[in-house]
């Protein structure tokens, strides 16, 4: 299936949440399904990372 004006070819929403925090964004990856696939692992797995390292920092 192709994508729509609202929404595009690429377009993915990754959320992280813990205990009462929640966050999400949208994200805009070009390439065909396995690149987007790799792109969206890859920005899923960094977003984890920065809010490990941020709750790390903040019980210190």
């Given at each position: 299936?192709?994508?729509?004006?609202?929404?595009?070819?690429?377009?993915?929403?990754?959320?992280?949440?813990?205990?009462?925090?929640?966050?999400?964004?949208r994200?805009?990856?070009a390439?065909?399904?396995?690149?987007?696939?790799?792109?969206?692992?890859?920005?899923?797995?960094?977003?984890?990372?920065?809010?490990?390292?941020?709750?790390?920092?903040?019980?210190?």
């Amino acid at each position: 299936g192709g994508g729509s004006p609202e929404k595009p070819v690429g377009t993915v929403w990754l959320a992280w949440g813990a205990g009462d925090e929640v966050s999400s964004e949208r994200r805009h990856f070009a390439g065909n399904r396995d690149e987007v696939r790799r792109q969206t692992v890859i920005a899923a797995l960094e977003g984890l990372i920065r809010r490990t390292v941020r709750e790390i920092k903040n019980q210190g």
